[in-house]
């Protein structure tokens, strides 16, 4: 059974740092394209970071330059880290993988088969 599960997600004050982690189990041949995604209430889900088929770090332009997305050696590990959050940036946060992609696409929701069940973030002005 495919499971991907996120955790580290919380409350924190604009200007603060929060570290998400994804850890993918029970499928094999796993490429690298893996992603994290975030929703705000009302809005579309966003891509905003994502490890493509050649190792290569994508990211939206809201959160160029303050996350930044690794995957382990093992490709069996996201993590993003996020650095001087906005209250923008309040979200429930679902990591994605299963997929192939290159460059931009790994910010696609269709390119991704498999979802995790989210973890929260909230950050206060």
């Known amino acids: 059974q495919v499971q991907l599960t996120e955790s580290g997600g919380g409350s924190v004050q604009a200007g603060g740092s929060l570290q998400l982690s994804c850890v993918a189990s029970?499928?094999?041949?796993?490429?690298?394209?893996m992603a994290w995604f975030r929703q705000a209430p009302g809005k579309e889900r966003e891509g905003i970071a994502g490890v493509d088929y050649d190792g290569i770090s994508i990211y939206a332009d809201s959160v160029k330059g303050r996350f930044a997305v690794s995957q382990d050696d093992s490709k069996n590990t996201l993590t993003l880290q996020m650095d001087n959050l906005k209250p923008e940036d309040s979200a429930m946060y679902y990591c994605?993988?299963?997929?192939?992609?290159?460059?931009?696409?790994?910010?696609?929701?269709?390119?991704?088969?498999?979802w995790g069940q989210g973890t929260q973030v909230t950050v206060s002005s």
């Open positions: 994605a993988g299963g997929g192939y992609c290159s460059g931009i696409s790994a910010l696609y929701e269709g390119t991704f088969g498999f």
């Open positions: 029970g499928y094999e041949h796993r490429s690298r394209c």
